[in-house]
């Protein structure tokens, strides 16, 4: 049959492409990365240096509060199109995109929705504009995969305050933040059931960053232990209602797994391009590697790999658009984010491993960018879950 002659069928399957202003997006968000990020990334993995500015300037792009109403400073638009920023960034200076990530979905996402009228009022316009830092403090020393269960941050009612005591590990843009979300126990005996959320400012009574924690990978991006000794909170910065924090968790550590995929999937785009681009300019034996059959081989590999992260990445972003708050932590939708990020991040580790393998010498060098995005793979694999976590979510729900 002559396909021009039955258009129905040429067009019979839904496109699976982004729509003309999704797309739209991406490349405003890719060409801002290129300009201002990508510029960044080597002094920032060299030195794991911070460049103080350059969150204003991510404000000043509206890059920031992509999920908030337009009444707190925000965009109005929803979690896929924060992902299309997250991709984008992730291409250019993953380090950074991690920070964006940690400030714009853990932090100030979780306070919008979360947070009552007050607390959107007083902490949104900053968070979006990027004149404040946003951070989460969740996971402790002792509390990594069982961070709920085994917290050990309290919170005691003091009047008008709450008196936390207690530390929080490995916590992103932790040495620079200045709006933190913190996790404590305020009523230790119900164990995760006793948990609520609150607002800590940097220069409360009590606070500090204990050390800054030098990393493999995504070393630009800045991650601390943070200490709290009878750290002073006021009552009124609790997130949420008292010995509720768990629903806070939960649907926000749903969208945390679905939003690391972007990052993997930001990467594997670059890590890709970067390979195809060496095997056409790298001459062995009198020619372009590229002509040689295994480089080829490993160049489809690693393009697969990267599109069936890319369509699972958006299939997850668009259903966990509709997370209701306090809907996390459970059914389909756990398993599923749970599913994407145990993926992405594995399958992105290949690509890797392929990259370097492609760059030869060169990519075993530091300096090199392709080196810098091998060391930024693993961290994907243990944060927000560590693989074997993911796999548990994922049975645990199909088992049930």
């Known amino acids: ?9 040429r067009n019979a399957q839904p496109s699976f492409d982004l729509a003309p202003e999704q797309q739209e997006i991406l490349d405003a968000a890719d060409r801002f990365a290129r300009n201002e990020l990508f510029p960044l990334s080597e002094r920032m993995d060299n030195e794991e240096w911070w460049p103080e500015d350059i969150f204003p300037k991510i404000g000043e792009a509206g890059l920031f509060g992509i999920t908030v109403s337009p009444d707190y400073g925000g965009s109005g638009s929803d979690l896929f199109t924060s992902g299309l920023v997250l991709q984008a960034f992730s291409r250019w200076n993953h380090a950074l995109a991690l920070s964006w990530v940690a400030h714009e979905n853990l932090c100030l996402n ?12 007083k902490y949104l316009p900053g968070l979006c504009d990027g004149t404040r830092i946003g951070a989460l403090g ?59 959320a609150f607002i800590v400012e940097k220069d409360y009574p009590g606070f500090r960053v204990a050390q800054k924690l030098v990393k493999m990978g995504f070393r630009g991006s800045q991650t601390a232990e943070l ?22 968790v939960m649907s926000g550590l749903d969208l945390e797994r679905a939003m690391i995929a972007p990052i993997c999937l930001g990467i594997c785009e670059r890590a890709l391009e970067l390979s195809i681009d060496y095997a056409k300019t790298r001459k062995q ?8 059959q295994m480089v080829q081989s490993k160049i489809a590999d690693m393009y697969v790999w990267t599109e069936t992260v890319r369509t699972f990445t958006y299939r997850v972003l668009a259903q966990a658009n509709d997370l209701e708050v306090g809907g996390g932590g459970r059914g389909h939708i756990h398993a599923l984010t749970a599913a994407s990020v145990m993926y992405a991040a594995e399958t992105m580790g290949r690509v890797l491993s392929d990259a370097v393998q492609i760059h030869g010498g060169s990519g075993y060098i530091w300096e090199s960018e392709i080196n810098r995005l091998y060391r930024s793979s693993k961290l994907l694999e243990i ?18």
């Open 110 to 121: 979780n306070i919008y929705r979360n947070g009552n009228e007050f607390i959107r009022r």
């Open 227 to 248: 200490v709290f000794e009878d750290c002073r909170v006021p009552a009124e910065n609790m997130v949420g209602v008292e010995n509720r924090g768990v629903s806070v």
């Open 138 to 196: 969740l996971t402790e020393p002792g509390a990594g995969s069982d961070a709920l269960g085994s917290m050990r941050t309290t919170a005691r009612r003091d009047g008008d305050h709450y008196i936390l005591n207690g530390s929080k590990i490995y916590i992103t843009n932790g040495p620079v933040a200045d709006v933190l979300l913190v996790y404590a126990k305020t009523n230790p005996e119900l164990g995760p059931k006793g948990i609520s």
């Open 383 to 400: 944060g927000a879950g560590t693989t074997e976590v993911r796999k548990m979510i994922i049975s645990g729900e199909l088992l049930k």
């Open 1 to 9: 049959m002559d396909e021009q002659s039955s258009p129905s069928l």
């Open 285 to 292: 034996f009198g020619r372009p590697i590229a002509e040689f």
